[in-house]
């Protein structure tokens, strides 16, 4: 009895008990608004916010546990990537082929859906940076495309499988209804624009097509979305590819994988991202007793990037990756160490611009990005000494 409750269909989900009533028994069975069946939450409403909200639930505890018995252990990011595909996110996406064709592809609100803020908790967690991390960044040092591309996929199978005649008469009634009712059905979409069809005969090869697709018109959309980024500015001109980044697999210390990462994609305390704000005493003017006057001490107000200037040398110039890397006289003594040993192995590096100079010492190319790595270190531990 405690597994039998009962559900009313409606656009507006609402308690019932007084209208109608079910017993078995002898015994009132309980009218509910949602209920899990087969490990999915049906609500009364036909909407699977809450279900995707009790999957992400289950995928993060279910991540977090193994973080825990894992982290120790410095795995490498491939084996992160390994766990999330195989364990993660068969948690994280169940049944999306019916609750996820809803959102087509526009991945801007898709970004702000729990099971992608999930993804992208994880990608930024692997990679050691802050939640206010660029996501477009974190996803494209990762090589990771937004789960929605994995949906479409998934999706597309299983429309293929319920318009195979091989299958019972229940999946044809059910095809027969959505493509009859193609305003309420969001699989429509999805067959309208890869002109999917029961009769195609190499349908795993329609699948990947769409695969391939979709990842393309993802990697577009990507390119031009962080172009307009100005804190990816340096990040877009040293990404050569949408691949995993290669300083990810050479580099086997964390802390100094971590570092590389903070500097590449702009998670750092460096004065062109903490000089945002400035700050100034406010005084008490108001008396009301309602005001909290601990709240109200300070102003705040943009900075403009101009005057975000470098507190360790005297050249007047903003302190970014640039100038940190490049141009700040105070790590001068660092720089020529490692340029000179960078040199040695890519003899180009000397005729580099400073603006191209940062692919090698932030990681992009796989010859010296060991040397990169213990340079942006010993750089970055000089800076937080002062």
Known sequence: ????????????????????????????????????????????????????????????????????SLFKFNPPI???????????????????????????LNYTSWDKRPTEMFHLEFCKNILGLHRNAP????????????????IQKRTAKFWFH???????DYHHCAL??????????????????????STIQLRHAKVKEIVKLTQEEYIYDWQVKVEQINKL?????????????????????????????????????LCVETGRHKHSWRERECVCVCVCVCTGRHKHSWRERELRLCPHCTERLVEDELHFLTHCSKYEHIRDNYFT????????????????????ILGEKEKCVQLAAQYVSSCHIMRDKN
Not at 181 to 187: V, Y
Request: with cysteine; glycine share 6%.
């Open 135 to 150: 996501s477009l960044g974190c996803r494209a040092e990762l090589g990771r495309f937004p789960l929605l591309a994995e």
């Open 341 to 360: 040993q960078i040199a040695q192995i890519v003899p180009e590096f000397r005729q580099a611009s400073d603006i191209d100079k940062l692919s090698y």
């Open 162 to 168: 319920l318009s195979d005649t091989r299958t019972d």
């Open 78 to 104: 491939k084996l992160w990537l390994k766990i999330f595909d195989s364990i993660i996110k068969p948690i994280l996406l169940y049944g999306c082929e019916i609750w996820g064709p809803k959102f087509k």
């Open 233 to 269: 500015k340096y990040f877009y001109r040293l990404k050569t590819g949408y691949q995993l980044a290669p300083y990810l697999i050479k580099i086997k210390d964390y802390s100094k994988r971590k570092l590389l990462t903070k500097y590449r994609l702009s998670d750092h305390r």
């Open 1 to 68: 009895m405690e597994k039998s409750k009962i559900i009313i269909f409606q656009k507006k989900p609402r308690l019932t008990d007084k209208k109608y009533s079910f017993t078995i028994g002898g015994t009132l069975l309980n009218h509910v608004t949602c209920y899990n069946y087969l490990g999915l939450t049906i609500s009364a409403s036909g909407q699977f916010d809450l279900a995707i909200k009790h999957l992400t639930d289950k995928a993060r505890r279910a991540y977090y546990t193994i973080r825990k």
């Open 176 to 197: 027969m209804y959505r493509t009859g009712h193609p305003e309420s059905d969001p699989t429509h979409y999805l067959v309208e624009k890869h002109q999917l069809s």
